[in-house]
């Protein structure tokens, strides 16, 4: 009898153990979920974090790279981008972005609160995307813009131009379902959709606005203004660099183990983009010149921003430099063809760079790419991608910026410009204490 009780007794026991055990398994899956998702959760804030601090790179990038009388002028574009960006995307840019699609243009859904929609720091992460596709805009438009009239610009750019665009790829929209051949758009954290949106609009913008008192001479060739700091601007370029890895690799959305490859990439792309500027500014111009070779970095990772996940790594270096002759002979062509006065570089940095960046996942994807045998599907969807956000861009900012010509006005007075933009639209100068060269 006491055999029979003790039996039982083991068997009760041993079931209740090993439905404890079970439960203990499916409690420890739940944390484990629960652990990717707080690590998932912070990873993205982290990078958020870095793609903000890129604002303070853009800053130095372009005060260092335009003259001293302009430098206050310069940060104040900078803090007003990010800073009227964040509440507009907020309000009706995340939702235009990311909300339920409507025919493939737009969102729909989620304006006013777009927690509703996404979780804060994603919404926290896409907007200092948008504040960067409007901050391009500043270097390329610096030293003889009124300041209310970037101000209309950058409230535009992040309300609409960009939300619009981006919803057609990163919010589900029409190109995110366009196939060829098996073939879909490439754009892993926005050479296209965030740079050359920002490149685009850059060139509408200075085409109308004119060149910079003093720029061209009567024959038509450029004659250098040569910025205040070039300290400053290495400092901004470096500062850049060091977010681009959250740019990049945040992109993922997830801490896992693509990063590593994402963010090497990001850095040869970079690193090769330097040394190839370098080396082609020393035989076109028998010095090797500081910020072009500054630029060249910045066009190295611009390009490779669209296939940092999608290439090798030595596919990255070759992007890396091709982005270098492209900024080179881009900066040329501006100037020379075109006639337009670009003072920091943004427009070949990225527009032409974002654009070439992202055509060239087309061959170099290692799952698609035309070298490793995936034809011309890839290629083709990524040109239609490039074109189709080049009209828009285009269209948008040439009806933006000639409503702004036509109303309030584009530009600053002769006399405001030769004083600086400190004085005449701040009243206050960046180098109080020092003589400024006019």
């Not at 850049?240 to 590593?260: C, I, Y």
């Not at 070949?348 to 974002?354: A, D, L, N, R, S």
């Not at 991608?385 to 009209?391: C, D, E, K, Q, T």
């Not at 040439?398 to 701040?426: A, N, P, Q, Y």
Request: one cysteine or more.
């Amino acid at each position: 009898m006491k055999k029979k009780v003790f039996v039982i007794v083991f068997m009760v026991v041993l079931t209740v153990l090993m439905v404890i055990a079970a439960s203990g398994g499916d409690t420890a899956q739940e944390v484990s979920d629960d652990a990717q998702s707080n690590l998932d959760t912070l990873w993205i804030l982290i990078a958020a974090v870095l793609v903000f601090f890129m604002q303070a790179g853009f800053a130095m990038v372009e005060s260092g790279f335009t003259r001293a009388k302009n430098a206050s002028n310069i940060i104040m574009k900078n803090i007003m981008d990010f800073g009227i960006g964040s509440i507009l995307f907020f309000v009706a840019g995340f939702a235009l972005m990311y909300g339920d699609s409507v025919a493939g243009l737009f969102g729909g859904t989620g304006f006013i609160n777009p927690t509703n929609i996404d979780t804060p720091v994603n919404i926290l992460f896409q907007t200092v995307f948008c504040a960067t596709a409007a901050t391009i805009v500043s270097g390329a438009m610096a030293e003889r813009t009124k300041f209310v009239s970037y101000l209309i610009y950058s409230a535009v750019i992040s309300l609409i131009i960009y939300p619009v665009a981006g919803h057609w790829f990163w919010g589900g929209g029409w190109l995110s379902q366009l196939q060829i051949g098996g073939a879909g758009f490439i754009d892993f954290a926005g050479s296209t959709l965030v740079h050359s949106v920002g490149g685009w609009s850059a060139l509408i913008g200075a085409k109308l606005l004119g060149p910079r008192i003093g720029k061209f001479r009567k024959d038509g060739t450029a004659n250098a203004i040569p910025g205040h700091n070039i300290t400053l601007g290495a400092l901004g370029v470096f500062i850049l660099w060091f977010g681009w890895f959250g740019f990049n690799a945040g992109s993922e959305l997830a801490a896992d183990q693509t990063l590593g490859h994402i963010a090497m990439t990001t850095n040869l792309a970079a690193a090769m983009g330097a040394v190839s500027v370098m080396f082609i500014s020393w035989m076109r111009y028998g010095k090797p010149d500081v910020s072009m070779t500054l630029n060249g970095a910045l066009a190295g990772l611009v390009a490779i921003t669209a296939g940092c996940a999608a290439v090798s790594m030595w596919g990255a270096i070759i992007i890396g430099l091709v982005a270098g002759v492209v900024v080179i002979f881009g900066v040329e062509f501006l100037e020379r063809k075109l006639k337009i006065d670009d003072p920091v570089g943004a427009i070949p940095v990225h527009g032409f760079c974002g654009a070439m960046g992202t055509l060239l996942v087309g061959v170099f994807a290692t799952e698609g790419g035309l070298l490793y045998g995936g034809g011309f599907g890839l290629l083709a969807v990524q040109a239609i991608g490039i074109l189709a956000y080049m009209v828009w861009t285009l269209i948008t900012a040439f009806i933006l910026f000639k409503v702004i010509k036509s109303t309030v006005g584009l530009r600053v007075s002769k006399e405001e410009e030769i004083m600086g933009l400190d004085l005449g639209e701040h009243g206050s100068e960046s180098y109080s204490d020092f003589v400024l060269k006019m």
